[in-house]
């Protein structure tokens, strides 16, 4: 068993990427603080693969965002600005973003329409 020191506090980009990594546990970091998560099935991974595809060309790396794959798909959307998330906007149906000088428009039913 992979031994895990839980930090207390909302984690730095810094402090993520140093963590080890471990095939026993699936961490992800939300609203700042590390959590392990399910791991993920069906839609979640389509969803997932489809929206990886549409940011990793036009964002920077300073966004962090929460995607709820609810009845309605519902995108959070922050900025990290002085080592503290902000919120720049919840979006539903189409989340339209500038972060970072770079503009991207999402159709958020898309992520997960067969």
Same mark, same amino acid.
């Given at each position: 068993?992979?031994?895990?020191?839980?930090?207390? $506090?909302?984690?730095?980009?810094?402090?993520?990427?140093? /963590?080890?990594?471990?095939?026993?546990?699936?961490?992800?970091? #939300?609203?700042?603080?590390?959590?392990?998560? #399910?791991?993920? $099935?069906?839609? $979640?991974?389509?969803?997932?693969?489809?929206?990886?595809? #549409?940011?990793?060309?036009?964002?920077?790396?300073?966004?962090?965002?929460?995607?709820?794959?609810?009845?309605?798909?519902?995108?959070?959307?922050?900025?990290?600005?002085?080592?503290?998330?902000? /919120?720049?906007?919840?979006?539903?149906?189409?989340?339209? /973003?500038?972060?970072?000088?770079?503009?991207?428009?999402?159709?958020? #039913?898309?992520?997960?329409?067969?």
């Amino acid at each position: 068993m992979t031994s895990l020191s839980w930090p207390t $506090h909302p984690l730095t980009p810094a402090e993520w990427e140093a /963590l080890p990594e471990s095939d026993e546990f699936r961490l992800e970091v #939300a609203e700042g603080m590390l959590v392990m998560a #399910a791991k993920p $099935h069906g839609r $979640h991974q389509v969803a997932t693969g489809r929206l990886f595809a #549409a940011m990793d060309v036009a964002l920077p790396r300073e966004q962090y965002w929460i995607v709820d794959l609810g009845p309605t798909t519902v995108l959070t959307a922050y900025l990290l600005v002085d080592g503290a998330y902000e /919120l720049v906007g919840e979006f539903r149906d189409e989340a339209g /973003l500038t972060v970072g000088g770079s503009s991207v428009t999402l159709d958020l #039913a898309a992520l997960t329409a067969r």
